[in-house]
């Protein structure tokens, strides 16, 4: 089996810092990319950052200039740095993995199961 474990959620107030981060871990072969995904009440879910494996990140418009995604690959861990927090970040944020388990496995992705983000104006 194969786990994202996220952590670092909270209540913050509008113009704060919160680091989110999550672990994977479990029948692990290789890890293609990582990234963050994000569901507000009432929306869809939303990509915020993504981390290819070996390439450069990419990130919503709504968020660059203000987050930042980082990787550990020697931990499978990744990050996400939110600086000047707004209230319109309010969200659950997931963890997302492309993960091979085996050589001869396909590609699959995990999730993780969220935590929740809640910026205070």
């Known amino acids: 089996q194969v786990q994202l474990v996220e952590s670092g959620g909270g209540l913050v107030q509008a113009g704060g810092s919160l680091r989110l981060s999550c672990a994977a871990s479990g029948s692990i072969f290789s890890i293609n990319s990582m990234g963050w995904y994000r569901q507000a009440p009432g929306k869809q879910r939303e990509l915020v950052a993504v981390?290819?494996?070996?390439?450069?990140?990419n990130y919503a418009d709504s968020v660059k200039g203000r987050f930042t995604i980082s990787r550990d690959y020697a931990k499978n861990t990744v990050y996400l740095q939110m600086n000047s927090l707004k209230p319109e970040d309010t969200a659950v944020y997931y963890c997302?993995?492309?993960?091979?388990?085996?050589?001869?496995?396909?590609?699959?992705?995990?999730w993780g199961e969220g935590t929740l983000v809640t910026v205070s104006s």
């Open positions: 981390i290819p494996g070996g390439l450069s990140a």
């Open positions: 997302n993995a492309n993960i091979r388990r085996a050589s001869y496995s396909l590609w699959m992705t995990y």
